[in-house]
């Protein structure tokens, strides 16, 4: 086993340097925080932005002179940008990475697809092509996450994505609406657009879209399903009650750090925007895109590209946690050019719901809309119990900040028990282990392979 899980970040901030974090090191996490508010910079004209932060800012910057370089950068980025409005167009004209070049720089075969939902949006999938009949096995990514995730390592045999396609699996991964590679949408604009990203639009049109798209470029009458984070709780939304007519094309789903109920979560950036009513996050962040892969984050890697140790310690506060030890901080570099890969400010209220509400539910949009939408004053339930397939391998770490052991049991109590066909707690696994972790083969991806059918 690796050494034990550092302190998460949000304890790091709120304790006195120690030997393991010292006072620069604190103040870089704290920079870290500061640039995933600094969104609100992008939204308001300066005199916008709320005097406390600004204040803040003055005095991070005063702390250390790395960090007020940083913060100069920032800021004067922000104040040469017009405010933007409330429900900006997706953003254009930003240097997209290729997702196939991690693949093809080490020897995979790698094709760009498309896959459009019903309601318009045009997903951006990557194939990693096997021989010609192998089994498809599709990867969908978590929270402010890209397909990036499965291909995170600098050794081929530890990341997920190329282990299959070693083992003879014909691999697809897949974005989810609304990031970097999966953001255009013929049918939906302004406020409509924005408020189709969701993880309920996830549920109910990506994952069937996404299924029928490889089954058809397949010949297969059915696949496996990977998903980790926030590709799990669209399957668990999906196969239980918005799209449970593809269940029979799924053979087995299996769900790394699986979420669906996130009560007791102690994510930094769902914590940090729980402390928020909801009017308050949209009227400051707008109803558009939330940490999408622009400058901001940018100006962060230009630190971890001249070998900041504490880089990782910045990515941890918006990713989710894990166990530091067991990643290879001199990826990080690499992992900026791709993630995060955004989302849509309407789907981390969504997230935010769930946090201060504990229930399993579609958005809520508040009684009037729910009316129009739902038919009903309150969201609709999903409902676990109903989930009789596909099935199910649930692999969960003790150390989990978004998907929380005690969440993860009340998924399990939900589920029906026949549905189950794994449930392995990994104790030293916090959430990025299950796809960055540099043992992930040991601990999780040897037994999922082994569930899956042969190739």
């Keep these: 086993t690796r050494s034990r899980r550092v302190t998460h970040p949000f304890d790091r901030v709120a304790t006195a340097p120690s030997a393991t974090m010292g006072g620069a090191s604190r103040v870089f996490v704290l920079a870290a925080v500061s640039a995933v508010v600094l969104s609100v910079l992008m939204a308001h004209p300066a005199s916008a932005v709320p005097a406390s932060f600004a204040r803040s800012l003055v005095a991070l910057g005063e702390s250390d002179p790395r960090v007020a370089a940083l913060l100069q950068r920032l800021v004067a980025s922000a104040q040469g940008a017009s405010p933007s409005s409330r429900f900006d167009a997706p953003t254009s004209g930003r240097a997209i990475p290729d997702l196939c070049v991690p693949a093809v720089s080490v020897g995979y075969p790698c094709e760009h697809h498309t896959v459009v939902t019903e309601d318009g949006f045009e997903l951006g999938q990557i194939r990693l092509p096997a021989k010609t009949g192998a089994y498809p ?8 996450d890209s397909g990036i995730t499965w291909m995170f390592n600098a050794d081929p045999s530890e990341n997920l994505a190329f282990i299959l396609h070693d083992a003879g699996y014909d691999v697809w991964i897949g974005n989810s609406r609304g990031n970097t590679y999966s953001m255009p949408n013929k049918k939906l604009s302004g406020k409509a657009y924005w408020e189709a990203i969701d993880y309920d639009g996830m549920a109910k049109y990506d994952l069937p879209a996404n299924v029928h798209y490889v089954l058809n470029a397949t010949g297969h009458a059915s696949l496996s399903y990977v998903g980790h984070s926030q590709g799990t709780i669209q399957a668990f939304a999906a196969f239980s009650t918005v799209a449970r007519d593809i269940v029979p094309l799924v053979d087995v789903f299996a769900a790394l750090a699986p979420v669906a109920y996130v009560g007791n979560q102690t994510s930094f950036v769902l914590k940090l925007l729980a402390d928020l009513p909801v009017a308050q996050l949209l009227d400051l962040f707008g109803e558009k895109e939330f940490l999408p892969n622009t400058f901001l984050l940018h100006a962060i890697s230009e ?9 990782p310690d910045l990515l941890w506060v918006i990713v989710g946690g894990g166990n530091i030890s067991n990643v290879d901080g001199e990826r990080f570099p690499f992992l900026t050019k791709y993630d995060p890969g955004g989302t849509s400010v309407n789907n981390m209220v969504h997230w935010v719901q769930g946090a201060t509400r504990s229930k399993f539910q579609m958005h809520d949009y508040g009684e009037k809309k729910n009316i129009e939408k739902y038919g009903q004053a309150t969201p609709p339930q999903y409902h676990l119990g109903n989930m009789t397939g596909p099935p199910t391998a649930l692999f969960w770490g003790s150390d989990d900040d978004l998907a929380d052991p005690k969440d993860v049991k009340r998924i399990v109590a939900e589920v029906p028990a026949s549905t189950i066909i794994k449930n392995k707690n990994i104790p030293i696994y916090g959430h990025m282990d299950f796809v960055w972790g540099q043992n992930a083969n040991d601990f999780v991806y040897n ?6 059918p042969k190739p």
């Design 137 to 144: 096995v599709f990867l969908q990514h978590g929270l402010l």
């Design 303 to 311: 630190f971890c590209r001249i070998g900041h140790k504490e880089c």
């Design 447 to 452: 037994d999922l392979v082994a569930l899956l």
